[in-house]
């Protein structure tokens, strides 16, 4: 946490215990014991969930966030997922494959270089890039199933009720020229852009 912060010359204990997690859940067998009790005796509340292995602790913490939400701003709720990308590739795709099983939900996993959201198929998407802190490359890839037709406005290399999949094309190193990107695919895709570094 303290790389994240411009407050260069604070003690690291004063920052970790300024940005304090409500709760940490999980199967608890990624974390370092001491991170663990260090959080527990600032008071997080720790949930153990190492009798579930057949799901990600991303999505039981997806599950938890999205049954502490009414229902009637369900449509509306945007989790953002810091630290989600550049480690594992198994864990990596474990993180999209979350994405895919909330697919109702709008879940935008982060990294240092990128962010990757879910579009999912038969509607049209609207993605305003914010030019300041995003982009220009980026990206359109299928997920699941292959797409027999997908078409852009507002890149550089637009798709025209283009068919791609794994094994085909599929559309990366893509470049933003527009504020507005539309987005319309008979399928799901995964829609991923570069974040520009702040100085």
Known sequence: MPEFCDHKDDDVTIIQKRYKPDIIKGDMDSIRPEVLNF?????THVVDNSDDQDTTDLHKCISYVRD???????????ILVAGALGGRFDHEMGNVNTLCRFSTTRIVLLSD??????LPGNRIHKIHIQSSVEGPHCGLIPIGTPSGSSTTTG????LDNTEMKFGGLVSTSNIVKEETVTVQSDSDLLWT???KKQS
């Not at 502490?68 to 945007?78: E, T």
């Not at 890149?155 to 637009?158: F, I, M, P, V």
Request: net charge negative.
């Open 68 to 78: 502490l939400v009414p229902d009637d701003v369900k449509s509306n709720l945007c």
């Open 113 to 118: 270089d990128c962010l990757i959201q879910l």
């Open 193 to 195: 852009i570069s974040l």
């Open 39 to 43: 959080y527990k005796d600032l008071g």
């Open 155 to 158: 890149l550089q290399w637009n």
